[in-house]
């Protein structure tokens, strides 16, 4: 079960066993979701209600300029593209090994992809080399001039869902 984060939800047991995401999720997404700037989403263990992954997303934009050339020049000439950002995703170490983090990816894209606000693509900045190879696996692409910044264009998906 995949839900909107929400004041019933218990943060403080969760561990990914990376620091800054388990503190993010502790200290300060109900802030950043307050404000408007991410919504955060949680996958709960159905029997315990336990909260086994989550992950944040908002809307944003890129530069038209820093999109790989074979979507690029698929797009309008406007200088940016909007985009939904996949800022944080985090499974907890106990539901490790279960494609929790597929279905968490998964339903951003989906989430994304059916807004009412056009948004191109899913992307996101990943943490580290295990991060990237996560992504690439699930069919992003590497951009732009940071090495861990990849890309999804959601018309991909699409495809696949209908």
Do not use: N
Request: with cysteine; charged share 25%.
């Amino acid at each position: 079960l995949i839900e909107v984060l929400g004041p019933a939800h218990i943060r403080a047991e969760f561990s990914s066993g990376v620091e800054a995401l388990d503190r993010y999720f502790r200290e300060q997404v109900t802030q950043d979701v307050r404000r408007r700037a991410t919504g955060c989403y949680v996958a709960l263990d159905v029997a315990s209600a336990r909260v086994a992954g989550y992950y944040t997303l908002a809307a944003s934009s890129l530069a038209l300029t820093d999109l790989p050339e074979p979507l690029a020049k698929r797009l309008p000439r406007y200088s940016s593209v909007p985009v939904a950002r996949l800022g944080r995703l985090a499974v907890d170490q106990a539901y490790r090994g279960r494609q929790l983090g597929a279905s968490l990816l998964w339903d951003a894209a989906m989430r994304a992809l059916r807004s009412e606000i056009a948004v191109y693509a899913l992307v996101v900045d990943a943490k580290d080399d295990e991060a990237v190879r996560f992504y690439l696996h699930h069919g992003f692409a590497t951009f732009g001039s940071l090495p861990r910044q990849l890309v999804l264009p959601l018309a991909s998906l699409a495809r696949l869902k209908g």
